[in-house]
């Protein structure tokens, strides 16, 4: 089984980025909303509050810094900035279809995240929400998340990467336009190399 | 054990099919409007007529240059309210992975992965739906019952340029008005021209 430094290091040799192996190995998750409504989450983070809304300054990592993609996750910014769960704010019958996009190259294709509950997220609550002693059900929160438990996808340093994505209702088919109250954010989580002038570990 | 990749690789190097291409993580969806009750479901055969958002394939089967494990199948039932349903409501059913002229999965039960009996064959669910006597109705932004998930044992291959279908047999299954989805999710290959990222 191959390890994620095992990955990056393989795809950083590839790419002939012979300084990587001694960057300082970390976690980290990058993470933006797309306030404008345009489809793109990621590639207008230069212009997005930080950290409200993202906390990266560019949709590139700095020289020798990347990040090995192990999760992919969506979620709702409400207009008062609040985080909030994208099935409680689209409904059950909504879906997310996105693409990942390195460079020029599409590295996810058409990946569905479905709003009642996504794939690999072994049907698993994400949260219950109960109004204790009134006459309502208790209701799932899902989560909207990819595993990517197969490869993970390295993202290197100075590539530029955003995620594509449009909403559809699985029931007609027809896409949901973005709603500027219910702006749709995503966030991608990893092993993580962090630019360190020393030998690390 | 032999991981997805591994798995993959050494199926697709076995029937001839390309190794090379960028690895990713698939996840492959159709849906079926207004299923009503009804014996036989027959996923990713029918495209006609789906957009993007109900499924992401134009035929039942991948690229030339693509394959894919299937690790896990996922299926979901929304009523024509938009709200999250038991899968064929109660009653018991069969799913079957066709690829090519050999099942490779064959007749394994949905419902214990389904809605109150909560019986799912792994560790990892939690489970798979909450009921309660308080129950009113739901609204699709208040969520009740969880999609129906399975977790393969072994990883089922799906090579490139050969048809798949997913079957569900039931005696009678109540699947509404609204739409049925089921996806295969698990590790690909898509195609590219360049080195992998």
């Given at each position: 089984?191959?390890?994620?430094?095992?990955?990056?290091?393989?795809?950083?040799n590839?790419?002939?980025?012979t300084?990587?192996?001694d960057m300082?190995?970390?976690?980290?998750?990058?993470?933006?909303v797309?306030?404008?409504?345009?489809?793109q989450?990621?590639?207008?983070?230069?212009?997005?509050?930080?950290?409200?809304?993202?906390?990266?300054?560019?949709?590139q990592?700095?020289?020798?810094?990347?990040?090995?993609?192990?999760?992919?996750?969506?979620?709702?910014?409400?207009?008062?900035?609040d985080?909030?769960?994208?099935?409680?704010?689209?409904?059950s019958?909504?879906?997310?279809?996105?693409?990942?996009?390195?460079?020029?190259k599409r590295v996810?294709?058409?990946?569905?995240?479905f709003?009642?509950?996504?794939?690999?997220c072994?049907?698993?609550?994400?949260?219950?929400?109960?109004t204790?002693?009134e006459?309502v059900?208790?209701?799932?929160?899902?989560?909207?998340?990819?595993?990517?438990?197969?490869?993970?996808?390295?993202?290197?340093?100075?590539?530029?990467?955003?995620?594509?994505?449009?909403?559809?209702?699985?029931?007609?088919?027809?896409?949901?336009?973005?709603?500027?109250?219910?702006?749709?954010g995503?966030?991608?989580?990893?092993?993580k190399?962090?630019?360190?002038?020393?030998?690390?570990? | 054990?032999?991981?997805?990749?591994?798995?993959?690789?050494?199926?697709d190097?076995?029937?001839?099919?390309?190794?090379?291409?960028?690895?990713?993580?698939?996840?492959?969806?159709?849906?079926?409007?207004?299923?009503?009750?009804?014996?036989?479901?027959?996923?990713?055969?029918?495209?006609?007529g789906?957009?993007?958002?109900?499924?992401n394939?134009?035929?039942?089967?991948?690229?030339?240059?693509?394959?894919?494990?299937?690790?896990?199948?996922?299926?979901?039932?929304?009523?024509?309210?938009?709200?999250?349903?038991?899968?064929?409501?109660?009653?018991?059913?069969?799913?079957?992975?066709i690829?090519?002229?050999?099942?490779?999965?064959?007749?394994?039960?949905?419902?214990?992965?389904?809605?109150?009996?909560?019986q799912?064959?792994?560790?990892?669910?939690?489970?798979?739906?909450?009921?309660?006597?308080?129950?009113?109705?739901?609204?699709?932004?208040?969520?009740?019952?969880?999609?129906?998930?399975?977790?393969?044992?072994?990883?089922?291959?799906?090579?490139?340029q050969?048809?798949?279908?997913?079957?569900?047999?039931?005696?009678?299954?109540?699947?509404?008005?609204?739409?049925?989805?089921?996806?295969?999710?698990?590790?690909?290959?898509?195609?590219s021209?360049?080195?992998s990222?």
């Amino acid at each position: 089984m191959i390890t994620a430094q095992d990955k990056i290091l393989h795809v950083a040799n590839k790419l002939g980025l012979t300084s990587l192996k001694d960057m300082q190995a970390s976690t980290g998750a990058v993470y933006d909303v797309d306030t404008d409504l345009s489809g793109q989450i990621f590639s207008n983070a230069a212009r997005h509050q930080n950290p409200s809304i993202t906390n990266i300054n560019e949709n590139q990592f700095e020289v020798n810094e990347a990040l090995l993609v192990e999760t992919i996750a969506f979620y709702c910014l409400s207009a008062g900035g609040d985080v909030t769960n994208f099935q409680q704010q689209y409904g059950s019958n909504a879906v997310i279809l996105f693409d990942l996009v390195i460079g020029n190259k599409r590295v996810m294709k058409d990946t569905p995240v479905f709003a009642a509950g996504s794939p690999y997220c072994f049907a698993n609550a994400g949260n219950k929400d109960r109004t204790i002693g009134e006459d309502v059900a208790s209701t799932f929160i899902p989560r909207h998340q990819i595993f990517m438990e197969g490869a993970g996808i390295l993202i290197p340093p100075q590539v530029q990467w955003y995620v594509q994505y449009t909403v559809f209702n699985i029931i007609t088919g027809a896409v949901i336009a973005p709603i500027e109250a219910k702006q749709i954010g995503c966030y991608l989580f990893g092993t993580k190399v962090l630019l360190n002038f020393n030998t690390t570990i | 054990m032999a991981s997805q990749p591994q798995k993959l690789a050494y199926v697709d190097g076995k029937l001839g099919a390309p190794t090379s291409g960028q690895q990713t993580t698939r996840v492959l969806f159709n849906t079926i409007e207004v299923p009503g009750t009804t014996s036989s479901l027959i996923f990713f055969r029918n495209f006609q007529g789906l957009t993007n958002g109900q499924t992401n394939l134009t035929q039942n089967k991948l690229d030339s240059m693509e394959s894919m494990v299937i690790k896990t199948i996922y299926l979901l039932q929304l009523s024509s309210a938009g709200i999250c349903r038991e899968f064929g409501g109660t009653v018991q059913q069969t799913c079957s992975i066709i690829v090519g002229n050999q099942t490779v999965v064959k007749n394994l039960p949905i419902q214990f992965a389904a809605g109150e009996s909560a019986q799912v064959f792994d560790r990892l669910h939690e489970n798979a739906g909450v009921r309660t006597t308080q129950v009113v109705e739901g609204t699709a932004t208040a969520q009740t019952i969880m999609p129906s998930e399975i977790r393969l044992l072994t990883d089922i291959v799906i090579p490139p340029q050969v048809a798949f279908e997913v079957r569900i047999d039931s005696n009678g299954g109540a699947y509404e008005t609204g739409a049925v989805v089921c996806a295969l999710a698990g590790y690909g290959k898509i195609f590219s021209a360049g080195n992998s990222f």
